[in-house]
């Protein structure tokens, strides 16, 4: 499944220690696009387990996280409006 996770982490004291951890561990998933952006493929399974792990730190009445689903990455167009900086692009 190709997914598309976009997350938003409060600035208050308590999300300066908590953004490095959630990039850190979307970064074990996904691959990072921009700022608070990752997409990749991943199963169903890892999915969960990424839930599980932000669930530690993700705190429900200041922070989000969003996951946009597909099948395949075909099926998801993506166009790039400005500076196109496309990290996934130096795959071969």
Same mark, same amino acid.
Not at 14 to 24: A, E, N, T
Not at 38 to 44: K, L, P, V
């Given at each position: $499944? #190709?997914?598309?996770?976009? #997350? ?14 959630? &990039? +850190?561990?979307? +970064?074990? &998933? ?7 952006? %990752? ?8 999915? $969960? ?7 530690? #730190?993700?705190?429900?009445? #200041?922070?989000?996280?969003?996951? %946009? ?5 075909? =099926?998801?167009?993506?166009? %790039? =409006? ?8 130096? %795959?071969?």
């Amino acid at each position: $499944m #190709y997914v598309v996770l976009v #997350y938003d982490i409060s600035q208050n004291e308590d999300g300066k220690k908590i953004l490095p951890k959630v &990039y +850190k561990i979307c +970064k074990k &998933y996904l691959s990072h696009i921009q700022n608070s952006v %990752f997409e990749g493929d991943i199963t169903s399974a890892q999915i $969960m387990q990424l839930q599980v792990e932000l669930q530690h #730190y993700i705190r429900k009445e #200041y922070d989000s996280v969003i996951l %946009f689903r597909t099948r395949n990455e075909k =099926w998801l167009d993506k166009e %790039f =409006w400005g500076i196109s900086i496309d990290l996934t692009s130096n %795959f071969i």
